[in-house]
């Protein structure tokens, strides 16, 4: 069936440090791929999407490549700021019209 | 701000008890998706309303229910109340044809 796989967190950085946080997705077919962000007492807030193999999607300076080869969409920032402290979430839409597919979500924690 | 409106924000209640969950897709969004979190199952796509008629289930109990209004708003009623049914209720809608799901807030309901 198709399914996400998130990084388990927390993921605790320094301020300025370089994120990465790991997606893979199980899918049959062309999935279309999102990055959800939750702000603490927040709802979900879509970061970015990428509908097609090899796009690459980016929001407020994150960005997630969409790579068939590899079924992954890995979310990175180069610089990250207490700001960006959540919860993200992966996840997949196998066609418009159908039910998000969400990762476990992974708590990022950012200190000055 | 998504567009998205839920309604109430906080809920408490006790065992056996039913609830109402209320919530008003963004203008021109025919879509309307209920989802549950929860510390234990993550996000779970609950059920989906087109135009007022069912479209899709989920992992949704038999307890709960669910339906869409004419004017589009989607209430989700929750019966004979658990204590493991206390989680963040989300409220989700997209355009017809697109992927993109956007979120409320949520409605946060502790069972006790």
């Known amino acids: 069936g198709n399914s996400v796989t998130q990084m388990e967190g927390p993921v605790t950085l320094s301020e300025e440090a370089f994120l990465t946080i790991n997606c893979t997705y199980t899918a049959t077919g062309y999935p279309s791929l999102f990055w959800y962000v939750q ?31 590899t079924t992954s969409f890995h979310l990175e920032k180069g610089s990250v700021q207490v700001s960006d402290s959540a919860v993200y979430f992966c996840a997949l839409s196998r066609q418009a019209g159908t039910a998000l597919i969400f990762g476990k979500g992974t708590t990022l924690s950012v200190s000055s | 701000d998504s567009g998205v409106t839920q309604t109430p924000k906080h809920l408490i209640t006790a065992t056996g008890q039913r609830v109402t969950l209320r919530c008003s897709p963004r203008s021109g969004d025919l879509s309307v998706y209920w989802y549950q979190q929860s510390l234990d199952q993550g996000l779970q796509f609950l059920i989906q309303y087109y135009n007022g008629e069912e479209r899709a289930k989920g992992n949704i109990l038999e307890r709960f229910s669910a339906q869409q209004f004419p004017d589009l708003h989607s209430e989700l009623n929750l019966s004979s109340l658990e204590l493991g049914d206390s989680a963040l209720y989300f409220c989700a809608s997209s355009l017809r044809g697109q992927e993109t799901q956007y979120f409320g807030p949520g409605t946060r309901l502790l069972v006790l």
């Open chain 1, 39 to 69: 702000y603490p007492g927040e709802g979900l807030q879509l970061l970015l999407k990428a509908t097609k193999a090899d796009d690459k999607g980016s929001n407020k300076g994150f960005e997630a490549t969409y790579r068939k080869e």
